[in-house]
Nanobody, 117 residues
Framework: QVQIVESGGGLVQPGGSLRLSCAAS????????TGWFRQAPGNQRELVARISSGGSTRYVDSVKGRFTISRDNAKNTVYLQMNSLKPEDTAVYYC???????????WGQGTQVTVSS
């Protein structure tokens, strides 16, 4: 069955770094587009970064130059390296893996990222 497991969240001071990981199983990972979303209290869930099955990336403007999304198809894992973190990056971060052709759209359980001194 499909499993999506996130890890790597936590509490970090402003200017610090974290790396989120999302490990998937139960489907052919390399055929799927992957991404990270986040949701802060009182806000809608927003796309942070996406990497396609072919490796193309895009980012929301607020994280460009600070966050890097990557994937390792051999490990069925997508990563989000977050540097120069700001208090406004505080949110629950969700991994998303989808394939429109297969009509598949999977979500991780969410991992809390808190940026505070």
């Amino acid at each position: 069955q499909v499993q999506i497991v996130e890890s790597g969240g936590g509490l970090v001071q402003p200017g610090g770094s974290l790396r989120l990981s999302c490990a998937a199983s139960g489907f052919i990972f390399r055929l799927y587009d992957t991404g990270w979303f986040r949701q802060a209290p009182g806000n809608q869930r927003e796309l942070v970064a996406r990497i396609s099955s072919g490796g193309s990336t895009r980012y929301v403007d607020s994280v460009k130059g600070r966050f890097t999304i990557s994937r390792d198809n051999a490990k069925n894992t997508v990563y989000l390296q977050m540097n120069s973190l700001k208090p406004e990056d505080t949110a629950v971060y969700y991994c998303n893996i989808k394939n429109d052709y297969f009509k598949a759209n999977y979500w991780g359980q969410g991992t809390q990222v808190t940026v505070s001194s």
